[in-house]
């Protein structure tokens, strides 16, 4: 079983240059909240672990780990040489979030500036995952 350190550094090096694209592109951002696991993570709980400071009603919708993935990791037509490599990388990413990681979840937090949270549980009863933004106006 990786340390929690060991379990960040998995994450940050699988979502090692790669932008998730919106209006903007932002990067990924690795955390661990440690011994969180043991409470439901209900939205207002998960904006007050991601230290967001917004107020908890604010609006939170729920996807997969696929459905958030699906333009990200689907080759295209026509994609060339580089767009298939990040295809490639993102399904890395997908399956190593699957493979340290149980329930996992992807929050989106807010309206048009939207955090993202990917959130899976540790075997050591850790929430951990990446975090990222989104803009959709």
């Known amino acids: 079983m990786p340390t929690q350190d060991e379990l960040v550094e998995t994450f940050a090096k ?6 998730f694209m919106s209006e903007s592109d932002y990067p990924f951002t690795a ?3 440690p011994n969180a696991a043991a409470e ?3 939205h207002e709980r998960l904006i007050t672990l991601s230290g967001l400071g917004i ?3 604010t609006p939170v919708e729920e996807q997969t780990l696929d459905y958030f993935f699906r333009n990200a990791a689907t080759d295209k037509d026509w994609h060339t040489q580089e ?3 990040t295809v ?3 399904r890395d990413l997908v399956q190593t979030l699957n493979a340290e990681l149980t329930d996992i979840k992807v929050y989106r937090v807010g309206s048009v500036e939207i955090a993202v949270y990917i959130v899976g549980k ?3 009863g850790d929430l951990a995952g990446l975090s990222t933004t989104v803009i959709e106006t």
Do not use: C
Not at 14 to 19: Q, V
């Open 88 to 90: 490639e990388q993102y």
């Open 31 to 33: 955390f661990l909240w």
């Open 55 to 57: 107020p908890p009603e």
């Open 83 to 85: 767009d298939k490599q």
């Open 14 to 19: 699988a979502s090692g240059g790669l932008l």
């Open 40 to 42: 439901p993570l209900t």
């Open 122 to 124: 540790t075997a050591a």
